[in-house]
C-alpha cells in the first residue's frame, strides 16, 4: 500500500481512497520484488512494515537473485515509481510504460552493439 494511503494516527488502511498513482507504487513493489527477489520495504509488526513504507528507502536495485546486474535505467524506473511523495512519481501508467520502452531500447541497442 503506498505512504499516502496509510494514515498517521491508525491502521485504518481501507478508509483511504487510492487512485492511479496509488497504483504505480504497487507497480513499483512489484517490480522491485521480481528483479531483487526481495520486497523493498520490511516490518516484523504491521506498524513497523507501514513506518517502514512511509520513511524508509529501499536497498538499491542492483543485481538480481542470480547475481546479473540490473541496468540503471530500470532500477531507476523502478524507483520513480516508488517515490514517497506521489506527484514524483509517474502520473499515468502510459507514462511508465512509455519510460519503460525508452530503456528497453537504449539497452537494447547499447547490449547489440
Known sequence: ???????????????????????IFQIGVCLYFLF??????????????????????????????????????IADIISKSMEKDPSRRYQRVADLLQAWSLASATLNWLYMK
Open 1 to 23: 500500500m503506498p505512504p499516502e494511503r496509510m494514515p498517521d494516527d491508525n491502521l485504518a488502511f481501507s478508509e483511504m481512497k487510492g487512485d492511479y498513482v496509488s497504483e
Open 36 to 73: 531483487s527477489g526481495d520486497y523493498p520495504f520490511n516490518g516484523l509488526l504491521l506498524k513497523d512494515l507501514a513506518s517502514s513504507i512511509k520513511h524508509d528507502a529501499p536497498p538499491p536495485l542492483t543485481k538480481t537473485p542470480l547475481g546479473e546486474t540490473i541496468p540503471q535505467p
